[in-house]
């Protein structure tokens, strides 16, 4: 697919450096001897449209043996998409859901009204060193599909929109962007997209989203005069222009917004709602283990453990 000649770069000048409403540095996560660097929900920010999480997986290096093992969780009122660079995992969930998440291609698990999910690197995985690196999001739901029943989707790498040119290669994840949509349906308006820039190749943002952001996963962009290295995120004022110039080394991006919520979120645990009674149902019906009759259900093929309900 060629490039969207609409794409052209109309870079900012002057002040417009001002269009950056907030940068956010991600705090580093040791979940058990791998390290995540979590982006959202952020001290001064909670959601770029309706993204609420955002995590940076490694990269991580395993010896034989070894790999992630995040035994049965629960969800609700969210949307997860786990977006591999290196690496795979397996995907179980209540469902009766067995997929591997691979490289470019997109896993979407919608929570809703509740679901479990494990992730593991586990089989053939683990009988040699390996590698893991990607981004782990969550999207929150809007109130009228907060308790919709759960789902998952899965897209192949080469079912998603690509576009080249000009020294850009943009990967369409989610949503709708640069005239292209992605073909998950999603429960509200939104983008999510991998982009990667050679040495000085530049990029705007989506004009037709409230809600922008960028994280910088390699390499470094240039807004107005300013840089800004790996492992920073940005947002931006809504309606503004803006567009990014890869640094000397390149770049590699993750853009994401969309349309924001009626309002902001309750976040505990695994759990994400519009209401703190929301959140205090789901703990509940977590804790009473009722894995036959109850809320929750255990993934099939991996429902030997699962994770306890924090005490706080």
């Not at 800004?228 to 390149?250: N, Q, Y």
Request: hydrophobic share 40%.
């Amino acid at each position: 697919m060629s490039w969207n000649p609409a794409l052209d770069p109309d870079c900012p000048t002057g002040d417009a450096v001002d269009a950056i409403d907030t940068v956010i540095v991600p705090r580093a996560r040791d979940l058990g001897g791998f390290e995540v660097r979590r982006a959202l929900p952020a001290p001064n920010r909670q959601m770029v449209g309706p993204f609420i999480f955002f995590d940076q997986m490694g990269p991580a290096e395993f010896v034989t043996g070894k790999g992630i093992d995040v035994r049965p969780h629960p969800h609700i009122g969210l949307a997860t998409v786990t977006y591999l660079y290196k690496g795979k995992i397996h995907h179980r969930d209540s469902l009766g859901t067995d997929q591997w998440i691979e490289p470019g291609a997109v896993n979407w698990m919608v929570a809703g009204h509740g679901i479990t999910h494990s992730e593991r690197t586990d089989g053939e995985v683990r009988q040699n060193p390996h590698s893991l690196f990607g981004i782990q999001t969550w999207v929150a739901m809007p109130k009228d599909r907060e308790d919709d029943p759960a789902a998952f989707e899965h897209a192949p790498k080469e079912t998603l929109p690509l576009m080249e040119g000009e020294g850009k290669e943009v990967r369409l994840i989610l949503g709708d962007a640069y005239g292209e949509r992605a073909p998950v349906e999603t429960a509200s308006e939104m983008f999510y997209a991998d982009a990667v820039l050679e040495a000085g190749a530049s990029i705007p943002l989506p004009d037709n989203h409230e809600d922008r952001g960028v994280y910088v996963l390699d390499g470094s962009v240039v807004v107005a005069g300013d840089t800004f290295e790996a492992g920073r995120m940005m947002v931006f004022r809504p309606g503004d222009k803006i567009s990014l110039k890869a640094g000397e080394a390149g770049a590699r991006l993750m853009l994401l917004g969309g349309a924001t919520l009626e309002g902001p979120r309750y976040i505990w645990w695994n759990f994400v709602a519009s209401s703190k009674e929301r959140i205090e149902h789901a703990k509940e019906a977590w804790r009473a283990e009722d894995w036959k009759d109850g809320r929750f259900h255990l993934p099939p093929g991996d429902d030997a453990e699962f994770i306890p309900l924090p005490e706080k």
